[in-house]
């Protein structure tokens, strides 16, 4: 009886605990005034973030419910990897915040967890940002957007748009950001939640962070004929495709698959790879990683 009502009263300042981590004080206060009716399971743990009882009208939330980070948590737990805690860094948002040192004995893990990547991945009542973001548009996806994830061993490789997009960390090419690093200074918000009107609810950019190639033109920077992105892309992408059918055939035929040679060729060829199939995010770095693993070829096929 006692050990029950200690681990009660236990639960209660803990549950305190973590929702001043998630809303910081002004709000807990209005919280409690406005319980929620219907608790669904979901609502019933302490981990779960709750901003859709102030926000789940608004255009952002029904856009995020319908997109690829709605799902980040189920499909890491459904998927064919082996699971880390950490995976849950960039796959939930409850990991940072339910820290083990702050929130003891109710452990945030792949059998608790209960966010996906949800508002409070990239938004924080306590922040003093614009938008109250926790880091600068600039910083905030290329943090889970990489694809070194720090989780070797697991058998997944993550995709590379932020090694593309900045055009680094391939071998034997010198350092090439994409073009559009310098011209835009929120960088991936830019074009993947550019949105026409902040009342509707978008079916691509806002919080769909689908990107669309109607952007490309639609911030009048690729609309001139000879600048047109509907006839150039398909180009692009065609010369590329081509490379990396001749790069693939190399590496198929090398005989020695422990060679620098080799390992600098994969890499370059898995980054493009992983970057929309054709090094979407920076065309010209694309070009100069295969064409570096198609400089490698005698040494490929003679080792
Ligand atoms: C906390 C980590 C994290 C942050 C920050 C993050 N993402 Fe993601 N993102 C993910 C994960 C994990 C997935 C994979 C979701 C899944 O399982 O399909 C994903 C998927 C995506 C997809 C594919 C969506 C789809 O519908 O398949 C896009 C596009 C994307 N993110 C863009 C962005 C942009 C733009 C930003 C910055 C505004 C961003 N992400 C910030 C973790 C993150
Ligand atoms: C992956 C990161 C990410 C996630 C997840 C995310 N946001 Fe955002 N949100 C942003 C960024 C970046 C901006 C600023 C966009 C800009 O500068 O154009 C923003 C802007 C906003 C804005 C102000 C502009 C607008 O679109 O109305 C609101 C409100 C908002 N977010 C609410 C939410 C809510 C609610 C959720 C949870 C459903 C959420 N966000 C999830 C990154 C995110
Ligand atoms: C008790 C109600 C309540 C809860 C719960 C709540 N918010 Fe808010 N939030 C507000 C109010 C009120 C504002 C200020 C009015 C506005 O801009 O919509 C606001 C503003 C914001 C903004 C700024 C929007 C902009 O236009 O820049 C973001 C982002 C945001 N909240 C995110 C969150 C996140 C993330 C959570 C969950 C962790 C959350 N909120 C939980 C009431 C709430
Ligand atoms: C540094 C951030 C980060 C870490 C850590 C991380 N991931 Fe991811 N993961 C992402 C992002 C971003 C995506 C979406 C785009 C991509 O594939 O790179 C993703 C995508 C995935 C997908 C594909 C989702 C789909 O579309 O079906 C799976 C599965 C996955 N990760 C599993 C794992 C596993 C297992 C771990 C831990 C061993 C892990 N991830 C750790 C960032 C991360
Ligand atoms: C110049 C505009 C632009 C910028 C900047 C941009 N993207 Fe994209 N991105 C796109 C477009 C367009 C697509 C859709 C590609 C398609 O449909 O084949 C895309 C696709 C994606 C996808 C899903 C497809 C895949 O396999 O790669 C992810 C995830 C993504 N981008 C993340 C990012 C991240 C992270 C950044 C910042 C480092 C970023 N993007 C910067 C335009 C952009």
New binding site residues.
Partial sequence: MKQSLLFLGLSILMGTIALFALYGYDEVSTLHAAPVEAATPETKTPFAEGCEKCHGQEPAYQEWQQ???F??LV?LIEGPYELQTSCLS??SAGYEVFDERVYPGHTYNVETAVNA?SCS??HSHTSRSEHLLVKPAKH??V???KMDCGCAGAGIVHQSQSEMFLGREGAGVKRMPSPHVRAMKKR??HC??AKEDPEVVAQHGGHT???DFSTCSASGCHDSADNDMTVKLPQYRAEIEAKMQAVKAMLDASPNRTSQAYLDAKLNYDMVKGDSGYGLHNMPYANALLDYSLSLKSELLND
């Fill in positions: 997109a690829g980070h799902h980040a499909n960039c796959h990547v991945s990239c905030l996806c943090t889970c957007h991936c918000v993947h939640m962070f689908v990107a």
